[in-house]
């Protein structure tokens, strides 16, 4: 059977291959006194608050599940607008806003909607690997451009101005961003568009993490820019609904009819439970958890980067956002006689049973000395993790 060079040009997602040898060892181990600690994968340990998961519940038992417009409801619409203002200060019209199946939908609706055969997309490297397949599965060329800790690991508006060509089209972003939890500086952000935008291009921005954000500085949506820029949003990390596969784009106005007509091909429509399931997101006591949660988040930031410090794990830039420690491993990995990531991350998951993520999946730029910790796991579980890899250095 020929398979298609588009999807001969989608490179393994190598974090799920390394979770499969964890997911195998761990079964392993179950019953030791040392089971399996999971710092590799970007998913919160906490679930959908009681509200969410009673709202789905009434849906179910309503039977208020059938299609809804491919748009999404009218009335989440109008919630995530009205969170848009509350907590950001900025009028986003529910008209703007289209809910879709999980970010990953919004992504690949966003780049069919944009993107044509060979355009080239500019991305930081290291970023997300699926990004750059989604622009590949619009036959785009994702261009990587390699970042610094001095630049927080991102795109700035000198770079993109310099790797701008006749084939660019625009440029993806992400803030905060996976693997570093680093966002963009809004005068930086604001520059870059106003680049893109002068070379008549795009700017698309990943902000699936904006709502756990930790400092003021940063924590800002790019749609108080303008209302040319394109976001990606989700429900699976600030509110917990990883599985319930629900995000949402915002576009400009012409595009609306656009993305309407490509959904409706593609998606028919976001699931229908989880819609009505995530209305009750926006609830006071909901909001309030959330909050609770995220402040959660930040404590266990503030403990575990500075323990990877003292090992040697070393973290250029401290995360203003997001649940990921982005740390050279190098002089630690010296310790065991090994180099790189690679080798370090099945390493410390064999000898100390803590797997994590190694920097393979998310570039070229120096990403082999670097693994990903995610501390979107309890308190209890990090600390254990730092008394192995001590134990491991020793």
Known sequence: MKISSRAERIEPFYVMEVAKAASALAREVAHTDRPMIFLNIGEPDFTAPPLVQEAAARAIHDGTTQYTQATGLDALRERISGWYAERFGVDIPARRIVVTAGASAALQLACLALIEAGDEILLPDPSYPCNRHFV????????????TAAERFQLTADKVESHW????????????????GTSIAPDELRRIHEVVTRRGGITLIDEIYLGLSYDAKFGQTALAIDDQVVSINSFSKYFNMTGWRLGWLVVPDALV???ERLAQNLFICASTVSQYAALACF???SIAEYERRRAEFKARRDWFIPQLDALGLTVPVMPDGAFYAWADCTSFAQKLGIDGSWDFAFETM??????????????????SRFVRFSTASSM??????????KALAR
């Open 136 to 147: 590949s599965a619009a036959d785009g060329k994702a261009v990587l451009v390699p970042t």
């Open 165 to 180: 060509t006749d084939k660019t089209r625009g440029v993806l972003l992400a803030s905060p961003s996976n693997p570093t």
């Open 257 to 259: 009819p656009v993305i």
């Open 283 to 285: 609830e006071a006591d």
């Open 350 to 367: 064999k000898r100390a049973h803590v797997a994590v993520t190694p920097g393979r999946d998310f570039g070229t730029a120096e990403t």
């Open 380 to 389: 209890e579980h990090l600390q254990e993790a730092v008394e192995r890899l």
